[in-house]
Structure formats: structure tokens, C-alpha cells
């Protein structure tokens, strides 16, 4: 009885430090779980905070690259008005002088014109009224008898300006040009080819009268 005794408390004995052991490795696990689902609550908060802080940066770029794209635009539009503006300056600028250069050729005042359409040609040699301008100045040379500069300027107002609605006038005027030189032979050469090139023209009933002077002489 005594052994068996013995054999019992032994038992228990042994059985007492294992039980003791696994409860305290049961908690140990529980507050290691509950440490990992804390860590991960805290994680998934600092992912969605991650998230927003990208989502913002990129709406702040977006922001960032409209605001750019506008001042950009408005420069390039502001530069554009600009432009307009000083154009529509310049063509009003252009068109005064032009008007002003052809009033003193109608009124016989030729130096003045002289003056005002080579000044036109040099401030504006691309503007609407370039080529007439330049048809004129011929015209008032001539006007003015000064047959040299008049016989060189619409030789090249012909040159650069072949479809020009003066383009044939311009021919009878260096015919006449010529005749004041001397030169009638040229004149008579002139003449031919413009009435051959323009015979319906209203300039060509001139051409012919003149053509008939010259070879009469």
C-alpha cells in the first residue's frame, strides 16, 4: 500500500512541472498573436495613411502640372495679344503714310511723295500696299522728270511684281521712260511685246498711239 502510494505522489509529481509548463507556453503564444494582429492593425493604418499621403501628392501634382500648363498659356497668349496689338499698330501706322504719300502725288506735290513712299518701302517692305507703293514712287519719279530713277524703279517693281494689277501700266510708263532717254528703240521694243502680251488691255490703245509716234520719227 505504501508503494503504491508512493508510485501515485510520484506521478502527480511529475505531472505537476509539464502542466505548469504548458499553460504558461499558452500564454505565452496568446500574447504573441495578439501582438502580430496589433502590428498588423497598425500596419494596415499606416498603409492607408501611405496611401492617402500618394493619393494627395499625386492630385498635388496634377495641380501643380495644370497650374503650369495655364501660366503657359497665358504667357503665350498674353504674347500673342501683344503681337496683334503691335501689328494692328503698324498696319494703321502703314496705312496713314501710304495715304498720306499718295496724297502729295495726286496734288503734284512729287518730292514730298518721293519722300514718303521710299520712307513707306524701308519702315514696311512687306505690308498690303508694299507693291503699289512701290508702282507709285516709280510714277512720281517720273512725274518729277527724274527719268533715271524712274527707269530703275519700275524695272524692278516688274521684276518682283509680274501679276500686279499695274503690272501693264507700268510697261506704257517705261516706254514713255525710255522716249524721255532717247532711246526709242528700246521703247519701240517695250511697246511691241506689251501690246503682243496684253493686246485687250486698255493701256495697249496708249501702247499703240505712242508705238506709232516713235516709228513715225
Known amino acids: 500500500m505504501r508503494i503504491f502510494t508512493f ?23 496568446m500574447d504573441h498573436n495578439k501582438k502580430i494582429k ?29 497650374l503650369f500648363h495655364f501660366m503657359k498659356y497665358k504667357k503665350s497668349s498674353n504674347v500673342v ?7 494692328r499698330e503698324n498696319n494703321k501706322k502703314a496705312k496713314k503714310a501710304y495715304t498720306t504719300a499718295r496724297s502729295f502725288l495726286v496734288t503734284d506735290q512729287y518730292p514730298q511723295a518721293i519722300k514718303l513712299f521710299t520712307e513707306y518701302l524701308d519702315a514696311y517692305p512687306d505690308s498690303n500696299h508694299a507693291a503699289d507703293a512701290h508702282y507709285w514712287l516709280a ?25 500686279h494689277h499695274k503690272f501693264s501700266n507700268s510697261l506704257l510708263e517705261l516706254a514713255v521712260v525710255y522716249v524721255e532717254l532717247n532711246d526709242k528703240k528700246q521703247a519701240a521694243t517695250l511697246l511691241q511685246s506689251m501690246i503682243q502680251k496684253f493686246p485687250n488691255h486698255n ?15
Open 139 to 163: 510714277k512720281s519719279y517720273l512725274a518729277n522728270e527724274d527719268y533715271q530713277n524712274a527707269k530703275k524703279t519700275f524695272i524692278t517693281f516688274q521684276q518682283e511684281n509680274s501679276i
Open 81 to 87: 495679344k501683344e503681337t496683334m496689338l503691335q501689328v
Open 203 to 217: 493701256a495697249s490703245i496708249k501702247a499703240r498711239q505712242l508705238l506709232s509716234f516713235i516709228i513715225s520719227r
Open 7 to 29: 508510485i501515485i505522489i510520484g506521478f502527480f509529481a511529475l505531472q505537476l512541472p509539464l502542466n505548469a509548463a504548458g499553460i504558461n507556453t499558452e500564454k505565452v503564444v
Open 38 to 66: 496589433k502590428i498588423k492593425k497598425e500596419n494596415k493604418k499606416l498603409s492607408g495613411k501611405i496611401e492617402m499621403l500618394e493619393e494627395q501628392q499625386k492630385i498635388s501634382t496634377q495641380k501643380i502640372e495644370e
